[in-house]
């Protein structure tokens, strides 16, 4: 049974430009939907044990069926709570940023340089001894992990154990070696290589993307040094430098404004996303060093005006070394359908395993006794291996990747730019 209340309400009839408006206006209803359902306590009856056996299959395999979502939330809570636990640390470390509240003459103290002289040779050497040239370290590489990832993920485990099967049928098997089973397996093995390719191709267009920061960064920048401007590459900045800003410069390193023009402005969009540009002060104006204008953020830009700041950060050292460190180390969570889609894989590959490991049961206890001159051992194997390979949907992985990309592209078409393909299923729930 089920009750609705509707409430419809009209807007008052006036005159004037102001009634065209209201009369275009549509008429909102406020619904309320009761479901009331009626329960009747049945007396206890014993059920068939058919019935019986049938109704604990399909609960359990309901209960099989959540599993895999059941792991995948727990995982995503634990990742969750990890990836907020490296946020947390990540705002402390940020919070210890205290350059900005000294004043000029005391941050100049600190990192012993001054305006007019700015560092010496010497003081160079050591500091970049020290800390390392002015650039962003690149994520581990692990090669060999990927290489194992990409050829043995997804149906591929399965065919290898076919490949394999299909050269012990040719040899030793093979009384004479069969040379249809030989251009079978390499057959398999160029399917292997194939999808192992398409994988690292995959991989590969994601890395050019997250290769794309270290453009942020500028080429030169000028600097003053034993009382000398001068022009040096930017990785060669040390803290302590003297660096000059003109209008329309990307920041090489994180700067401690020390003098500054009237219309020195920044562009902060790329790390806050604030579409205005910032004016620049000397003095600090907040406590947190992302939101004060005296500190110019490395890969920022100097959109007009001009300036002059002291280098307190390089490198990893800086607030876009820090959040390129975090974003970067950050697992990736699996996605609903990535979920799904391995929980398929695991399905077909039990059932095609099944089925393989049937026909050779059927071959050892029946066809090789009733019909011994029938099948070989080493054509059972390759029956076998057959329908194995048969069952399994090795196009699904690239199917779904092509779509994904295809999907990625109209997305860069329209200014969005996609770090991960997985993120393109989330980005189509939304509204």
Same mark, same amino acid.
């Given at each position: ?14 005159? $004037? ?5 209201? *009369? ?5 209803? *406020? ?11 049945? @007396?206890?009856?014993?059920?068939? @044990? ?5 109704? #604990? ?56 340089? #001054? ?23 690149? @994520?581990?590489?692990?090669? %060999? ?31 004479? @070696? ?128 001009? $300036? ?6 390089? $490198? ?100 969005? %730019? ?14």
């Amino acid at each position: 049974m089920e009750i609705q209340i509707a409430n419809d309400q009209e807007a008052p009839v006036a005159s $004037g430009p102001v009634a065209r408006l209201e *009369r275009n206006l549509t008429i909102e209803y *406020r619904t309320l939907s009761i479901q009331i359902s009626r329960h009747v306590q049945q @007396p206890h009856q014993p059920k068939h @044990p058919r019935r019986a056996l049938r109704s #604990s299959l399909s609960w359990w395999g309901r209960l099989c069926s959540l599993l895999p979502l059941r792991k995948a939330h727990e995982q995503r809570r634990a990742d969750h709570a990890e990836q907020e636990a490296r946020l947390e640390a990540t705002a402390g470390e940020l919070s210890e940023f205290k350059f900005h509240l000294g004043t000029v003459d005391e941050t100049l103290t600190m990192f012993g340089t #001054s305006p007019i002289q700015g560092l010496e040779d010497s003081a160079v050497k050591r500091r970049r001894e020290r800390d390392g040239p002015n650039m962003l370290s690149s @994520p581990p590489n692990r090669i %060999l992990l990927k290489i194992f990832s990409w050829l043995f993920s997804g149906f591929c485990p399965l065919l290898w154990i076919a490949a394999l099967f299909v050269w012990i049928a040719w040899k030793p098997l093979g009384n004479p @070696p069969n040379t249809q089973y030989l251009a079978l397996g390499i057959a398999i093995l160029i399917a292997i290589v194939l999808q192992a390719s398409f994988s690292a191709w995959q991989e590969w267009t994601t890395s050019r993307v997250m290769a794309s920061i270290t453009g942020m960064l500028p080429v030169e920048t000028v600097v003053t040094r034993n009382g000398a401007t001068t022009t040096i590459v930017a990785t060669d900045l040390v803290q302590g430098d003297i660096v000059h800003i003109r209008g329309g410069d990307k920041i090489p390193a994180d700067l401690r404004l020390i003098e500054v023009s009237r219309d020195l402005r920044f562009d902060r969009s790329m790390l806050t996303g604030e579409s205005d540009a910032v004016v620049a002060t000397v003095n600090y104006t907040d406590e947190n060093c992302l939101e004060t204008r005296n500190i110019a953020v490395m890969g920022t830009h100097a959109t007009q005006g001009s $300036g002059i700041g002291v280098v307190i950060g390089t $490198g990893d050292s800086t607030v876009m070394g820090r959040i390129a460190k975090m974003t970067t180390s950050n697992k990736s969570e699996k996605t609903l359908l990535q979920i799904e889609v391995t929980r398929f894989v695991i399905i077909i590959a039990v059932l095609s395993l099944i089925v393989g490991t049937t026909l050779l049961v059927m071959w050892a206890a029946w066809l090789r006794h009733s019909y011994p001159t029938f099948l070989l051992l080493s054509d059972t194997l390759v029956n076998s291996t057959g329908v194995i390979v048969a069952l399994m949907p090795m196009g699904l992985p690239i199917c779904l990747t092509l779509t994904l990309t295809l999907i990625a592209k109209r997305m860069q078409r329209q200014n969005v %730019l996609v770090k991960n393909l997985t993120t393109v299923e989330t980005l189509g729930s939304v509204n």
